[in-house]
């Protein structure tokens, strides 16, 4: 808050300061508890940990990325489990807001104590909580995020499954400029981490072909105040606007942009929820992008899809299947296959050493690479269009 004679900024900077110092507690406390070789390692069970938007605006993409992880384990413990351990998960809800979710992980490794974390929700909530995993020693995997700084090598405990958001922007710029020879693009994005690291995404892009953004516009997390942001860019008559936002706020933004008669072909990124989005947008959703990070859940091109439909189906009478619990899927998958080569009394060192090792993962034909100084996971990107409110796949774009 900034008032009149600048002492808000005092006071933001003093809170900063306080929270700042609050972490930093929380990390020397957690390192502390960090002791026991095996936490959450019984002689009949492996606890895992998940804190995730359960409940609020983007509580379609926590609940998503739960049934995919349980259906994996379900999968899993039907077979015996791994060397006779059950794969259990605890989730506690954070409704996509960083405060909630570190309250929620530290419950999860201080309380319920917990071998690893898996299936979080969001940038901003990664963000706060990784810290706290990585001084721990637990392995933070599958964040259902692209955000470039989980890359770095230096995580050693971040298990990433999907392609970055700046591989995703890299594909949706190039198929803009290669297969229509757009050059006008403008870019709508949530004010937070999320947000951000989406536009220098698009920017990054835009300048390895020497072009510039013609508008930018955002708007508040957990909101769908995008209004004025829409009507700041259509003052500069874009061809086409990169959505980095929510299934809500995106799908708000269209339904205006169509009533206002902007023409724009828009684009989301895998993040936004794409069955929410199409859900909530109904018939004006008619030629909105997606890019995806995983293949069609009802389609047939790896054995992996119909192991995933065949695993819902077991586990609960609700069978449709989705992008986000397709990836809560092989983010369960990918924990067993490396429990199987972590030993038999696995720790949370082992596991990583495990990764690491073992380099490639095959699960059911979608493979996930990894070692010495790579944690990415997967490179893949997919373009999807919704059209008569189904997801369909896109090769190229056409007019």
């Known amino acids: ?31 502390a508890s960090a002791g026991a070789d095996s936490p959450g390692v019984t002689a009949k069970r492996i606890l895992f940990g998940q804190s995730a938007a359960l ?18 384990f379900e999968k899993i413990n039907r077979a015996g489990g791994v060397h006779g351990r059950r794969l259990e998960l605890r989730s506690y809800d ?27 929700v969001g940038t901003p909530t990664s963000a706060a909580v990784e810290p706290i995993a990585r001084a721990a020693g637990i392995p933070f995997i599958g964040p259902f995020t692209g955000a470039e700084f989980l890359r770095d090598p230096a995580f050693g405990n971040v298990v990433n499954l999907r392609a970055s958001y700046f591989e995703e922007t890299e594909t949706i710029v190039e198929r803009l400029v290669t297969d229509l020879g757009v050059s006008r693009i403008g870019v709508l994005y949530q004010d937070d981490s999320y947000g951000r690291n989406g536009l220098e995404g698009v920017r990054r892009a835009l300048e390895r072909r020497r072009l510039e953004l013609v508008g930018v516009g955002s708007y508040m997390r957990n909101t769908t105040a995008v209004k004025t942001a829409l009507l700041g860019l259509k003052r500069y008559n874009p061809e086409a606007i990169i959505v980095v936002g929510a299934y809500l706020p995106s799908a708000v933004f269209t339904q205006w942009a169509r009533k206002l008669g902007l023409e724009a072909l828009i684009f989301n990124i895998s993040f936004v929820g794409s069955e929410a989005l199409a859900a909530t947008l109904g018939p004006s959703g008619d030629g909105v992008y997606i890019t995806q ?3 069609l859940p009802d389609g047939d091109t790896v054995p992996l899809l119909s192991e995933y439909r065949e695993a819902l189906l077991v586990n609960e009478l609700n069978t449709r299947s989705s992008y986000g619990s397709l990836e809560g899927y092989i983010a369960g998958r990918l924990t067993g296959a490396i429990l199987e080569r972590a030993g038999s009394t696995p720790t949370r060192a082992s596991f990583l050493s495990a990764l690491a090792d073992t380099g490639t993962f095959d ?4 493979k996930l690479r990894y070692g010495s100084g790579n944690n990415r996971g997967s490179e893949k990107v997919f373009l999807t269009v919704i059209r008569n409110g189904a997801i369909v796949p896109v090769e190229r774009l056409v007019r």
């Open 293 to 295: 990070v995983v293949p």
């Open 363 to 366: 699960l059911g034909g979608f």
């Open 94 to 120: 954070d409704r996509y807001e960083p405060e909630l979710a570190i309250a929620n992980t530290l419950k999860l490794i201080e309380e319920d104590g917990v071998f690893a974390l898996i299936g979080a």
């Open 1 to 31: 808050m900034r008032t009149a004679d600048g002492s808000g900024d005092l006071v933001s900077g003093a809170m900063n300061l306080w929270r700042a110092g609050a972490l930093a507690l929380l990390l020397v406390l957690v390192a």
């Open 55 to 72: 409940g609020g605006p983007a509580a379609d993409l926590g609940t998503e990325m739960r049934r995919g992880i349980l259906a994996a």
